[in-house]
């Protein structure tokens, strides 16, 4: 359980003094995101470029459209964890067998999902969807404006997920949509977006 309390409104310089230190970080953690090395050449996936979150838990009560994008945005950290526990696992030859038909086409695609999060900017869209390849709205998606970016909705997810479940359904809706930039299908995407959902909602 994620708990962010806000400031009271009565303490009005204090509050402002978290405000900006909240975007200061927010700043600083987009800034180390965007700072990508050289830009990577992708093999593209052959879907729509698009994903959903897999049965998020329903909202219990109604969420903080700024609450939902500070998880989303800190969920990055999670992501490259699961995947270096994961990469660390397959080259032991420790991976789960339940888990090799998700994981082992991954890690043997041409380009390390490792660099396609580091080099790959994250837009946080907060008052829309994402949108696929055929205009159809999807809560991430590889489809941006941006050549070298990925779109997850803080937006819908705030809609359709409790709290206590955007964590880890916006880190595995991410881990979906690296897995379709360095070239997995949709069906492989999903795939390993079950399986990274599994893990970390456990943890
Ligand atoms: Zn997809």
Redesign the pocket.
């Known amino acids: 359980m994620i708990r962010i309390t806000k400031p009271s409104i009565s303490n009005n310089a204090n509050w402002f003094g978290i405000r900006r230190l909240t975007v200061l970080a927010s700043f600083v953690f987009t800034s180390a995101i965007c700072s990508a090395s050289a830009a990577i050449i992708f093999n593209g996936?052959v879907?729509?470029?698009?994903?959903n979150m897999i049965s998020p838990k329903p909202p219990v009560s109604e969420n903080d459209p700024e609450i939902v994008e500070e998880i989303v945005g800190k969920a990055q950290t999670t992501v490259l964890e699961y995947i270096w526990q994961k990469r660390n696992e397959y080259e032991n030859n420790r991976l789960p067998e339940s888990h090799r038909a998700a994981f082992v086409p991954l890690f043997e695609a041409d380009n390390k999902i490792e660099n396609a999060v580091r080099s790959t900017r994250l837009h946080i869209a907060d008052e829309h969807a994402c949108w696929d390849s055929q205009h159809r709205p999807v809560d991430g998606s590889t489809v941006t404006k941006d050549s070298n970016s990925i779109c997850i909705s803080a937006y819908n997810i705030a809609k359709k997920a409790d709290l206590s479940d955007i964590h880890p359904q916006s880190a595995a809706l991410m881990i979906?949509?690296y897995s379709?930039l360095v070239g997995l299908s949709?069906e492989q995407?999903?795939k390993v977006q079950a399986r990274a959902l599994e893990d970390l909602r456990s943890k």
């Open positions: 996936g879907s729509g470029g698009g994903g979906h949509e379709e949709e995407a999903i």
